[in-house]
């Protein structure tokens, strides 16, 4: 029997390998693209049409280039939040401390639980400045907005929210420049989205009619009075395609077209291009609508 020692030959350490980094525009919308196809598109940017979609991964691939992130990192970082791209507030601590900028942070609570003094204190030295950014933000002020009931977050964790809005009115005011216009996710999901309706008064069936019987009849020019101005069809026509793109639900579109129906046939049988304009516009808002819930 012999013994013999295995040995282990040397290999060298694999390479570093670095992040793709788009250098245009084309790059960008091509990187987009490729993440749509394999199904990777978080869910925050994973509403609307198609080209929306890719649209939002362009922008955030683009804000994620500048303030120094590479593209898979900024979807895992940046989110869209009330139309608003966004970091959390980890991951502001996180951009600011790769920035080199932040000597030290300090964050402490203060006063007793659920009272008005009870506060979030969070200060922040960067580097080169003499004084801290020193933000607070307390109980009273988030009742005073409306937060200290809100569901969610900000009951089942007050304490934590209040941290982080303290940190994300220090981080804004102190780093801007590193933040490059980011909003802190805790502070802007806050943020009352005001949900612009669209009012279809202007489409009531006895205008329609008076609008289409100004062309239909054979009046001629006297005996129009003169306090009444002929009306253009071709009017009614574009707010009522404007009113088919602003219906949030195909339930919503068919709605539209059933309360106009009888003005709708009147426009079939005497403006047979522009009926057909706003039937194609009611077909791509189903069609996209269709799309999204899909």
């Known amino acids: 029997m012999t013994n013999q020692v295995a040995t282990i030959e040397k ?5 570093k390998v670095n992040a793709v980094i788009p250098q245009n525009r084309t790059e960008i919308s ?8 394999a199904g990777m598109v978080p869910n925050s940017y994973n509403k609307g049409s198609a080209q929306e979609v890719h649209a939002k991964l362009c922008m955030c691939i683009t804000k994620g280039l500048e303030i120094g992130m590479p593209p898979m990192m900024a979807l895992q970082s940046i989110y869209i939040i009330n139309n608003i791209p966004a970091i959390y507030g980890d991951g502001a601590i996180a951009l600011v401390q790769r920035s ?13 639980g659920s009272t008005d003094n009870w506060t979030a204190v969070c200060e922040i030295k960067r580097v080169g400045q003499e004084e801290p950014y020193r ?5 009273e002020q988030a009742k005073r907005a409306k937060l200290a009931t809100k569901p969610g977050p900000w009951m089942a964790y007050p304490e934590r ?5 303290a940190r994300a ?18 502070e802007v999901q806050d943020i009352p989205v005001q949900q612009e309706s669209v009012s279809t008064a202007f489409l009531d069936d006895g205008d329609d009619t008076d609008a289409i019987e100004d062309h239909s009849t054979e009046q001629t020019q006297e005996e129009q009075p003169a306090d009444k101005p002929k009306a253009d069809p071709e ?15 195909v339930d919503e579109v068919n709605a ?15 403006y047979e291009d522009t009926y057909q304009r706003m039937r194609d516009a009611e077909d791509a808002r189903i069609e996209q609508l269709s799309q999204e819930a899909a």
């Open 256 to 270: 539209l077209h059933t309360k106009h129906q009888t003005v709708l046939d009147r426009y079939a049988d005497e």
């Open 11 to 15: 290999t060298k350490a694999p390479a």
């Open 161 to 165: 929210m209040l941290q982080m809005r």
């Open 30 to 37: 091509e990187f987009s693209v490729d993440l749509i196809a």
């Open 135 to 139: 933000r607070t933000f307390s109980f």
């Open 100 to 112: 080199g900028k932040i000597e030290w942070m300090k964050e402490t609570i203060e006063g007793k």
């Open 169 to 186: 009115l220090a981080l804004r005011d102190g780093f801007a420049d590193v933040l490059c216009g980011l909003g802190i996710a805790e």
């Open 235 to 249: 009017d009614w026509a574009n707010k009522f395609i404007a009113a088919v793109k602003a219906c949030a639900t």
